[in-house]
């Protein structure tokens, strides 16, 4: 899916993943609308309800790739996030284990794929920063509802420093800035498909 006339090693690899993807970036906040989502506490929960969905599966496959414990993987850990969440807005455990997963996720093989992957999910995390101040109109704080938009607090910033570093240390030939840029494609791609899925339920 990449394109890469005209964009090779001399270029920054997240500026290259920023470029090639902006498109599906712009699509996914449309299939979201997390804005709106945010006028009703029941629309809210449903937006969460979606990204357990993806993010359940999602981690499970990425436990799995050799390396991703570069990333100090459990410590970036959305689905905990998800559940306590959930929880605090009312549903039991048992409920939560009954929800729907997405059983089509991008095809990761590497650890390039993985990081590629997982830039989407950072870079959410990145823009729960501005979410989180909506939150607080519907009386959602990150100890009540409101972790997953906010999962690493004060330490947001730094997180995301140390994923580019691992980035640029690791993705450091070619091949694999293409399958880090096909994977971030991918994922956006599988994203926005489960998203409109649920949304047409």
């Known amino acids: 899916m990449h394109c890469d006339v005209g964009v090779g090693m001399g270029v920054g690899i997240f500026l290259q993943v920023k470029q090639q993807t902006q498109h599906l970036h712009d699509q996914l906040e449309q299939s979201v609308d997390i804005f ?4 009703h ?7 969460l309800e979606i990204f357990y969905g993806f993010y359940q599966p999602l981690e499970n496959k990425l436990t799995m790739v050799d390396g ?4 100090e993987f459990h410590t970036r850990l959305k689905v905990p996030h998800l559940r306590s969440d959930l929880q605090a807005l009312g549903l039991q455990s048992e409920s ?7 059983n089509e996720l991008p095809a990761i093989h590497s650890l ?63 091949e694999n800035e293409n399958i880090f840029i096909d994977s971030a494609q991918e994922t956006f791609v599988k994203l ?10």
């Open 36 to 39: 709106n989502q945010l006028a």
């Open 41 to 47: 506490i029941d629309h809210y929960r449903s937006v």
């Open 68 to 71: 991703v414990e570069l990333l």
């Open 96 to 102: 939560i284990d009954q929800l729907q997963t997405c």
């Open 112 to 174: 390039a794929g993985a990081l590629g992957c997982w830039y989407v999910v950072e870079g959410a995390t990145l823009g729960g920063q501005i979410i989180s101040k909506q939150l607080a109109k519907l009386g959602i704080t990150i100890d009540h509802g409101g972790a997953f938009f906010n999962a690493y607090g004060t330490n947001t910033a730094t997180m995301w420093l140390n994923f580019k570093n691992i980035v640029e240390q690791r993705v450091n030939t070619q």
């Open 192 to 201: 926005i498909h489960w998203f409109r899925l649920k949304n047409d339920d």
